[in-house]
């Protein structure tokens, strides 16, 4: 009960940041129906629609369905999922034969992942949820014949104009023929790579996710001229680290006096944080955000994982040097950590066995246990997040994290 209590209040305070509020939620969902009923119902209309859709998953679990009313609400949010798929597969198109754009196109993929998943999401919602989430687990990784039987149980299932609006999405088509399929309902025009790569950083949050905005500001930095400087200027004010640190580092390189000018007119709290990211990433030689996840995902067991799902915890990622013979232990006062080796080796103190670039150092000590010392065997670059932010995001990839608990 006052745990329930203290949940809801802290998750109506005005202002809380998405990653807490997201894990507020997943919290419910371990707490049983009673309390995603009863608090969660009162949140269908949050105005982050990942923390609204975090919602929707809750929901779905306990099996509930909407009333009439949040049903005509759930209408407008898939009609509006719908346009944003259209919008993704239109910024794919764009950027696929431009070699700069791998990381963008291979964003996009990720994002028209996530886009069908919250189709599915607002449909569990609207009608029986085992039957829907059945539906699109087949949809997703069935044969041929588990596809296509997915689509005739969907085909009774659903009401007709929805059943009409999403098929095509479900099926296999190539970009154009599916853009022409919907040409006159929700029509794309093709862009050049540089107003495609703008369109995409200006879109809302709810069209687009940090880590896409992120990769095509990176490739920006390509196609330097005024609009692109106005560009960074912009997101070097951002609220999103990730954000900001591109764009401060990229207008420090691009066009050394509308920095000084950013500079110059920011607030006191940017300009120390966009100072320290210069003297961290140019003069100390740092990693940059973008870079820490990037190798992040290249350790062994996170391959699978989106780098948009690690993005999330860009800024609780340390990074550290250790010299030779230098000892670490995942147990940095009693806390757990997870250690990523990017460069080096370490030598375990127990076993002497070695871990090389791109192992994953992990451990759940067990209550009473010495920690686990390792040394550098030369001079070795690593990565370090707590171990509780680390399990938190990608508690959704099971296979993970039962493999790291092993």
């Known amino acids: 009960g006052h745990i329930a209590h203290n949940l809801e209040q802290l998750f109506s305070r005005i202002g809380q940041d998405r990653l807490l509020q997201q894990t507020i939620i997943r919290i419910y969902r371990r707490m049983g129906e009673r309390h995603i009923n009863t608090i969660l119902r009162n949140t269908l209309r949050h105005p982050d629609k990942e923390v609204r859709y975090e919602v929707l998953e809750a929901l779905a679990d306990i099996g509930y369905k909407a009333s009439s009313t949040e049903q005509s609400i759930l209408r407008r949010d898939l009609e509006d999922e719908i346009a944003a798929i259209l919008w993704t597969v239109a910024a794919r198109r764009d950027m696929e034969s431009n070699g700069h754009c791998t990381h963008v196109v291979e964003a996009l993929r990720h994002e028209l992942v996530v886009k069908n998943h919250r189709l599915f999401t607002i449909l569990s919602v609207m009608y029986d949820a085992q039957i829907i989430r059945g539906l699109r687990d ?3 990784s069935g044969s041929n014949e588990e596809r296509v039987y997915a689509l005739e149980i969907l085909d009774i299932t659903v009401d007709e104009q929805i059943k009409d609006d999403i098929v095509p999405l479900l099926e296999e088509h190539t970009p154009t023929e599916l853009l022409e399929t919907y040409r006159w309902r929700f029509p794309q025009e093709q862009q050049s790579v540089q107003d ?30 005024e ?20 764009s401060v580092l990229a207008l420090h390189r691009l066009s050394p006096e509308r920095y000084t000018r950013f500079i110059e007119n920011t607030t006191q709290t940017r300009r120390q944080r966009a100072t320290a990211d210069i003297r961290a990433c140019l ?12 190798a992040y995902i290249q350790t062994k067991y996170f391959h699978s994982i989106p780098p948009a799902v690690i993005s999330i915890a860009a800024d609780f990622i340390r990074e550290r040097i250790l010299e030779a013979n230098e000892t670490i232990t995942p147990f940095q006062q009693g806390t757990p950590q997870c250690i990523a080796i990017i460069q080096g080796q370490l030598k375990e103190q127990h076993s002497n066995t070695t871990l090389n670039a791109g192992n994953l150092i992990y451990h759940i000590l067990p209550e009473n246990e010495v920690p686990i010392l390792y040394k550098a065997v030369q001079k070795t670059h690593i990565l370090i997040i707590d171990r509780e932010i680390l399990d938190e995001i990608t508690w959704e990839y099971l296979p993970l994290n039962n493999i790291l608990s092993e």
């Open 227 to 246: 609009q692109t400087n106005d560009v960074f200027s912009a997101f070097a004010d951002h609220n999103e680290h990730l954000l900001s640190q591109i």
């Open 196 to 225: 495609r790569l703008c369109d995409i950083i200006w879109k809302d949050h709810a069209t687009v996710n940090i880590w896409t905005k992120v990769c095509a500001l990176e490739v920006l930095i390509h196609f330097p001229s």
């Open 283 to 294: 003069i100390n030689a740092e990693l940059t955000g973008l870079e820490k996840i990037r």
């Open 138 to 140: 087949k949809l997703r």
